[in-house]
């Protein structure tokens, strides 16, 4: 079993949805900043 490759997935899982939530808009608009 590999539990490493799968504990990567989530975390590449979970960060890409976090990027996602932080930084709706991929434009010059900083709303956070």
Known sequence: MKI???ITV???VIVGMLIGLLAPT???D???G
Do not use: C, K, M, P
Request: charged share 15%.
């Open 10 to 12: 989530a975390v590449a």
């Open 4 to 6: 490493r490759l799968w």
């Open 26 to 28: 991929n434009g010059g």
């Open 30 to 32: 900083r709303h956070g």
